[in-house]
Structure formats: structure tokens, C-alpha cells
């Protein structure tokens, strides 16, 4: 019988660690590790350096050019962006170059999840999501993975933590990339991306309903992806019944 392989969706706020677990899971799991974050921050770089408009963006002040959610779907269109496995991780290729570093920048991210929010892009990277999750044996994580990018996944989690706990996780990668910021700015930028994001006309974030909800406010990342593998074991072993039924 041929192995089961899960397509298996991590969903949640910023700071709830979805990225650190989902590479653990699938490592756990041998599966694929896809960061659909890094897909949008990859546009908002690509903006960034290219001069593109981002402050003109719905939740931004008035009086910036009105083309730039064009622009940015069309830039969104014309780039190739790469997720190459390396050394238990992966890269990020923007046309053919490593942007991996650049990418994680407060900068980057702050005008992801403006970017994240413009239709036009959303359209082409959720393709291109479910291309890369065709053929199962893969985890997912982003805020609309389990909702709109893969509603049929076999194992939806939606990951979450206090807002103090997701913003002290903040700070420390801030800190580990020698950016420097005091807690109560990080809080109020949580606070903010928290707001965006539910509140967001296309794709908002929220719990799918089959999803499991994962509170790891007092859980380590490893003892969170852990639990997330003891779930999945069990989803393979009931698809295993259920072909052997079939």
C-alpha cells in the first residue's frame, strides 16, 4: 500500500511561531516545509528595492498614487519566486537571487502584510501554493491556509499565544538579527498586524472550523511540533483504515 502523505496547514498570528514548528513538523515528518510568508515578503522586497508603491495601500495615509495595487500584482506576475531546500531549511529565490536575509527584515515585513492584503497578488501566489501542495507530504503555514489557500487539507491547526508571549517572541528575532527594539514598540506592532490581519477584506485571518486549535503560550516549539506530529500520525493512521475499506 502506498504511503499516506498529508497535506497538513498551520495557520495563526504573527509571533505564534507557525514558521519554526512548520519546519519541525515536516522535518518530524519528512515532509516538505512551505512558508507562504516568505512568498509574500519576497513581493514586498521586490517592491521595496524597485520603488513600488506600498504606502498607498488601503490602510495607509491618503494622497499616495492609486496604481499601486496594479503594480503590485503585476510585479507579483512577472517574478519567479524559488523555495529551495538547504540544510534543513530552505532559501528564497527572487528571478535567480538568494534574498533569504533580506527578506526577514522589520522593514520587509511590515509591507508584506500591507502586500498580503492587495487581491491581484493573492490570486497568483495562492496558485502557485497549490501547486506546491498538490501531491501531498507537505506542511503549509501562513494566516488563510486552512481557510482559502487548502480548504480540504487532511490536518488544519490553527496556532496561537497570549499577544505578550507572540510579541516577546518578536523582540528575540528582532535581537537575533541585531535589530534592536524596545518591547512596547514590538506590542504595538502586534497589536497592529493582529488588527490587519482579522480585519482584512481579502482572505482575513481566522480559525478554519475543522481547525485544531494549538494555544502554545506555555508550550516550547519543539513540544508544540511534537503534538502537532502525534495528530497527524493519527489522521495517517484513519486514511490507512479508510483505503483498506475502500
Known sequence: MAMTRLIITIDG???????????????????????????????????????????SLPDSPPGSPLDSEDRLAELARRMRIDLVSSDGGFRVLVDGTDVTNQIRSAQVAQAASK??????????????????????????EGRDIGTVVLPDADLKIFLDASVEVR??????????????????????????RDQRDRERAVSPLRRADDAVLVDNTALSAEETARLIVFLARERETAAKAEARQA
Not at 512558508?35 to 520603488?51: F, I, N, P, Q, T
Request: no cysteine.
Open 13 to 55: 498570528p504573527v509571533g505564534s511561531g507557525k514558521s519554526t514548528v512548520a519546519r519541525r513538523v515536516a522535518n518530524l515528518l519528512g515532509y516538505v516545509y512551505l512558508d507562504s510568508g516568505a512568498m509574500y515578503r519576497a513581493v514586498a522586497w521586490k517592491a521595496l528595492r524597485d520603488h513600488v508603491p506600498i504606502d
Open 115 to 140: 502586500v498580503a492584503v492587495i487581491a491581484g497578488v493573492r490570486t497568483v501566489l495562492v496558485a502557485e501554493q497549490r501547486r506546491a501542495a498538490r501531491s501531498g507530504g507537505v506542511v503549509m
Open 167 to 192: 510579541a516577546e517572541r518578536r523582540r528575540l528575532e528582532h535581537a537575533q538579527k541585531g535589530e534592536f527594539i524596545e518591547f512596547s514598540e514590538v506590542l504595538e506592532e502586534v497589536r497592529q
